[in-house]
């Protein structure tokens, strides 16, 4: 079976665990990040392939312990050249999290390779 282009999204574990965000916040801000990164990048040609095929869409949840380690992978995925959005909630100005362009898993090498799937 051919490799599928996956949208990978990457949540702060804190939101929850330290700051006590409603679970419906904490998964609104995973929706607002992965919509604008497919607005964001419409013309891209990994976007327009994944959202040819609207029933075949493959999306991971990971998560990240806390701001920092999110804003280094958003820095590492920067210097790799892989297209993101990283989402801040406003008007507080919080990063809360990033959706990366659907890619091949193999296209991003060790960027991710710290977080686990998102509990």
């Known amino acids: 079976m051919a490799e599928a282009r996956t949208m990978f ?3 702060r574990k804190d939101l929850a665990k330290v700051l006590q ?19 964001k990048h ?6 327009r392939s994944y959202t040819n095929n609207l029933d075949s869409m493959h999306k991971v949840v990971l998560e990240t312990k806390n701001e920092a380690s999110l804003l280094k992978m958003a820095e590492n995925l920067k210097q790799q050249g892989i297209p ?3 989402w ?32």
């Open 88 to 119: 801040t909630e406003q008007p507080e100005n919080i990063p809360t999290c990033l959706a990366t362009v659907p890619v091949m898993r193999s296209e991003l090498g060790d960027v991710l390779k710290k977080c686990s799937l998102l509990r």
């Open 84 to 86: 993101f959005h990283l």
């Open 9 to 11: 999204v990457v949540m």
């Open 42 to 47: 419409r013309d891209d040609e990994r976007v």
């Open 21 to 39: 965000w409603p679970l419906g916040s904490i998964v609104s801000q995973g929706c607002h990040a992965a919509t604008a990164v497919l607005w």
